[in-house]
């Protein structure tokens, strides 16, 4: 079993949908990131968490450290936020673990 | 401020010829890390450096890698001896302190490099 589990692994969605990507985790960690990644470009951290909630224009990311689960939720979806969405948390030291990815396509 | 540069942004080497993969930082960011993305799988970990020093390599294979942030000039990730399994795009992040242990510290992570092997 991976250390951090992403769902769903594939998601389509409508222009203007609400978007939700759930991370869950197995390990102690300092902090959680999300990520996202452009096919064939360069990857853009978007949040960094260790608690409650963050939010940057239409991204919400949560974190839930009892739990051991985030979120990431996008709202008022739009076909430029197609690409893959990445969850990776900081455990011992620096080192990051991460997630297989969500691929989201968002349809005009 | 240019953010992090990798360079080349791609690169074709033969079986058996050598890879060297170069890292520049952000300006004022002191620790490096490189990640390894094999196709259809995701990032893996494989070594953290600050300057002159390699903290942790544990994700770097035993053999034929080597990485190096010297006291000037970018960091490099070497492949020695490149076989077909080495084709990946190879990324680089930096952060002005360790990541994940402050809000200030941010991985900032370049456009990665996409070594293919023939």
Redesign the interface.
């Known amino acids: 079993k991976n250390e951090v589990e992403q769902s769903p692994q594939n998601l389509t969605a409508q222009e203007g949908e609400f978007i939700t990507i759930n991370c869950s985790y197995s390990v102690g960690?300092?902090?959680l990131?999300w990520?996202q990644q452009h096919p064939g470009?360069?990857?853009?951290?978007l949040f960094?968490l260790?608690s409650g909630k963050k939010k940057h224009g239409r991204l919400i990311a949560t974190i839930n450290i009892q739990e051991k689960h985030s979120s990431l939720h996008i709202t008022a979806s739009h076909p430029r936020d197609s690409a893959v969405y990445?969850c990776?948390v900081?455990t011992s030291?620096?080192?990051?673990?991460?997630?297989?990815?969500t691929q989201l396509t968002v349809n005009p | 401020n240019a953010g992090v540069m990798q360079n080349p942004r791609h690169l074709v080497r033969r079986r058996g010829q050598e890879a060297r993969l170069r890292c520049s930082p952000m300006k004022g960011h002191s620790h490096v890390y490189w990640y390894r993305q094999l196709p259809e799988e995701g990032l893996k970990f494989m070594v953290y450096l600050q300057k002159e020093n390699i903290i942790d390599e544990s994700g770097m294979p035993k053999e034929r890698f080597s990485a190096e942030f010297p006291k000037e000039g970018p960091s490099i990730l070497r492949i020695q001896q490149v076989v077909r399994g080495d084709s990946a795009a190879y990324f680089c992040a930096s952060s002005r302190g360790l990541a994940g242990n402050s809000g200030a510290n941010v991985l900032t992570f370049g456009a990665g490099s996409r070594l293919t092997v023939l």
Do not use: D, Y
């Open positions: 960690i300092s902090a990131h990520l470009g360069g990857i853009v951290s960094m260790s990445i990776a900081t030291g620096s080192r990051l673990t991460f997630g297989e990815g």
